[in-house]
């Protein structure tokens, strides 16, 4: 009777590395999934609402780093007017954020025209 005794303790031995193994595991996976897939789904689908949301007018930030405003939308791709006269036609997934107002610079002078700008007007007089 003691040799059972014996197999059936280092069974359970067994049985509790196995468990021991595999939750570091299955920890892993789950920090995994919160840390990374989780939120990269919350962004595609808040860039997918912002996306089908896009109307004529709109300011918009294109993920190339140009400023436009939405003239048309289709259904895959907007044109945006990126400067007076010059349209741009762009697929939807190229906007990377709608621009409120106060978000944008509130300066409107031309580089050029601005005092700290090397080599202006003000240089030239001196």
């Known amino acids: 009777m003691q040799g059972h005794d014996i197999l059936a303790a280092a069974a359970q031995q067994d049985g509790g590395s196995i468990l021991g193994m595999i939750l570091p595991f299955l920890l892993i996976a789950v ?3 919160l840390l990374i897939l989780r939120p990269q789904q919350k ?13 004529p007018g ?6 190339a780093g140009f400023y436009g405003t939405v003239v ?12 007076p ?14 621009v409120t107002p ?5 300066d ?3 580089v050029e025209d601005r005092p ?3 080599g202006g007007s003000d240089d030239s007089k001196s």
């Open 31 to 33: 920090v995994f999934w």
């Open 43 to 55: 962004r595609r689908q808040q860039e997918s609402r912002m996306q089908s949301t896009l109307r």
């Open 58 to 63: 709109v300011e918009v930030l294109t993920k």
């Open 72 to 83: 048309e939308v289709r259904e895959n791709e907007v044109e945006l007017e990126i400067s």
């Open 85 to 98: 006269g010059a349209r741009i036609r762009l697929l939807k997934v190229g906007i990377g954020d709608v």
């Open 102 to 106: 106060g978000q944008g610079t509130q």
């Open 108 to 110: 409107d002078t031309p």
């Open 116 to 118: 700290d700008f090397p």
